[in-house]
């Protein structure tokens, strides 16, 4: 079945850090690819999101790029912020799915950026 | 508020015991999922529903879970006969339905432990 793998963290940084979250995948179609962010006491929200491959998502100074050829989603940002503390997951959905947007999740790399 | 609600946020109960999770999706999200985010596992996909369509119950991870969505809006997770490894966080999610957007709005979860 699909899947994701990301880092494990806990990743913890110095503001103005530059970051780096691998994501690779599995999928036996034509997967879109997205980042979610999960901030202290909230919900999860789309941060980014990849629907075809060499397409780059971008938000808040974060990107990713969607690289077929290797099967990798990583998330980058080139000067983090205290406020960027968060969980980020990487998620994929499946086109070969009939349409359905379910998503499949990785387990989550927990960032602390310190002043 | 416009999001995804969720209750109860906090559920206490005892091991066998009967326990009914609530989710309020976004006014016109014809699509609803629900999640389980446990301690180092991610997100664990448990059900999905789209409109009228047959719900997608794949992920459910015994027949103690079912879950129903009345009139196209609410739904109610049940899980019967509570294990203390059900303890974890239940998420909800809705979405517009629109394949390949992949942007599902989550609540922030109904936190529940099994003594």
């Known amino acids: 079945g699909d899947s994701v793998t990301q880092m494990e963290g806990p990743v913890t940084l110095s503001e103005e850090a530059f970051l780096t979250i691998n994501c690779t995948y599995t999928?036996?179609?034509?997967?879109?690819l997205f980042w979610y962010v999960q901030y202290p006491g909230e919900g999860l929200q789309l941060l980014l999101k990849?629907?075809?491959?060499?397409d780059k998502g971008s938000n808040k100074g974060f990107e990713a790029t969607y690289r077929k050829e290797t099967t990798s989603f990583h998330l980058e940002k080139g000067s983090v912020q205290v406020s960027d503390s968060a969980v980020y997951f990487c998620?994929?959905?499946?086109?070969?799915?009939?349409?359905?947007?379910?998503?499949?999740f990785g387990k989550g790399t927990k960032l602390t950026v310190n002043p | 508020g416009a999001g995804v609600s969720q209750s109860p946020s906090n559920k206490v109960t005892e091991k066998g015991k009967d326990v009914e999770l609530r989710c309020d999706p976004i006014?016109?999200?014809?699509?609803l999922y629900w999640y389980r985010q446990s301690l180092g596992q991610g997100l664990e996909f448990l059900i999905y529903?789209?409109?009228?369509?047959?719900?997608?119950k794949s992920g459910l991870p015994s027949d103690r879970f079912s879950a129903e969505r009345t009139g196209g809006s609410v739904s109610t997770l049940t899980i019967q006969r509570t294990q203390q490894e059900d303890s974890a966080v239940y998420l909800c999610?809705?979405?517009?339905?629109?394949?390949?957007?992949?942007?599902?709005?989550f609540g922030e979860g109904s936190r529940l432990t099994v003594l």
């Open positions: 999610a809705s979405s517009l339905g629109d394949y390949h957007t992949g942007e599902l709005f």
């Open positions: 999928a036996t179609g034509y997967p879109s």
């Open positions: 990849a629907t075809k491959a060499d």
């Open positions: 998620a994929l959905s499946d086109s070969t799915q009939g349409g359905s947007e379910k998503l499949v």
């Open positions: 006014s016109g999200h014809t699509a």
């Open positions: 529903f789209q409109g009228n369509s047959a719900p997608d």
